[in-house]
C-alpha cells in the first residue's frame, strides 16, 4: 500500500473519530438538558392553578411569597378567635393546589373556627401524568416554600406552628424534617402519609422516630394499600419517639383523599389540636 494511500484512511479514521465523540458530546449535552429541566417544577402549571382559584377564594386572603426568588401561591385565612391559639401551615398533595377541595380547603377554612389561623402553601407540581418518583426529584424544591411559610408567620408575630400535610405533601415535609429538624414547629399533623405508586416503594423511610414533638397521623380505612399495610409500622416508629401526645387515627368511611369527609377529617384534627 501507498503511503499517501495508508496517511489518507489515517485521516479519515481521525476526522470520523472526532465527528463521532463531538456527536456523542452534544448528545451528551442534549440529554443533560433534558434532565435538568425535568428536576425542574411545573412552574406555568403553578400559575395556571394560581389563577383558576385566585379570584374565586372567598375565605381567606391570597397572597405571593417568595422562595429562592421565585414567587408562589399561598392562601393565609384568619383565627376567628380573640385570642388566636397559633398556626397551622398546609401542605396539599400531588398536582392540587392550596385550596383543593377534598382534605383542604375543609382544613383551611375550618380550623380558624377553632382558633387557628392557616396558612395553605402552593407546593411544587410536576405534569398531570407523573408519578411519585418523578415527584422526588423535585422534593429539594418544596424545602425554601416551607421555610418562607413559618418566615411569613413569624413576621406575623405566630408563636406557634404547627406543620400539617397531606399524601405527597407528607413526603415532601419529611424531606423538610429531614434536613432541617422539627425545632421550628410545635406540633405534626401526616394524613395519607405513605402514599406512593405501583412498584415504586419508598425510598427512604419518615423519620418519624427522630421527632421531638407530638404527632397525629389520620387516614381512612379505604386509603391505598401502602398507606395501610405501613401503619403499623409508623405507629411503632411514633411510639418509638416516645411523645405521649402522639396518636394515629383511623377515619371511617373515608378513602384516600377525604372525599365527602371533610367535616370527619376537621373533627379529628381539631379534637387533636384541642389536646395538645
Not at 494511500?5 to 448528545?27: E, G, N, S, Y
Not at 421555610?147 to 405533601?169: E, N, W
Request: glycine fraction near 8%; hydrophobic fraction near 45%; include cysteine.
Amino acid at each position: 500500500m501507498k503511503i499517501p494511500t495508508v496517511i489518507d484512511r489515517v485521516f479519515k479514521v481521525m476526522r470520523f473519530t472526532a465527528d463521532t465523540v463531538l456527536l456523542a458530546l452534544l448528545a451528551g449535552l442534549a440529554l443533560y438538558a433534558a434532565n435538568a429541566a425535568a428536576t425542574q417544577p411545573d412552574y406555568a402549571r403553578e400559575q395556571r392553578l394560581a389563577t383558576e382559584i385566585e379570584d374565586a377564594i372567598l375565605d381567606g386572603e391570597p397572597l405571593w411569597l417568595e422562595a429562592e426568588q421565585r414567587r408562589f401561591f399561598a392562601i393565609h385565612t384568619q383565627s376567628q378567635s380573640a385570642t388566636p391559639r397559633g398556626a397551622v401551615i398546609i401542605l396539599h398533595g400531588r398536582g392540587f393546589h392550596p385550596d383543593w377541595a377534598d382534605a383542604v380547603n375543609p382544613l383551611r377554612v375550618g380550623l380558624p373556627e377553632y382558633g387557628w389561623e392557616t396558612l395553605s402553601l402552593q407546593m411544587p407540581v410536576l405534569a398531570k401524568d407523573a408519578k411519585y418518583y418523578d415527584y422526588v426529584a423535585i422534593f429539594p424544591f418544596a424545602l425554601p416554600r416551607i421555610d418562607a411559610g413559618i418566615a411569613y408567620l413569624r413576621d406575623r408575630g405566630v408563636q406557634k406552628i404547627v406543620l400539617l400535610a397531606h399524601s405527597c405533601g407528607v413526603h415532601m415535609s419529611m424531606a423538610w424534617l429531614k434536613a432541617r429538624g422539627d425545632h421550628q414547629i410545635d406540633a405534626y399533623v401526616g394524613l395519607g402519609m405513605g402514599a406512593t405508586d405501583y412498584r415504586q416503594p419508598m425510598r427512604e423511610p419518615f423519620p418519624l422516630a427522630q421527632l421531638r414533638v407530638p404527632v397525629l397521623e389520620a387516614y381512612g380505612d379505604g386509603d391505598y394499600p401502602a398507606v395501610l399495610r405501613m401503619a403499623p409500622q409508623r405507629l411503632q416508629a411514633m411510639r418509638q419517639a416516645g411523645h405521649p401526645k402522639s396518636q394515629q387515627q383511623v377515619i371511617a368511611d373515608a378513602d384516600h383523599y377525604f372525599t365527602d369527609r371533610g367535616a370527619a377529617l376537621l373533627a379529628t384534627v381539631a379534637g387533636w389540636l384541642d389536646g395538645l
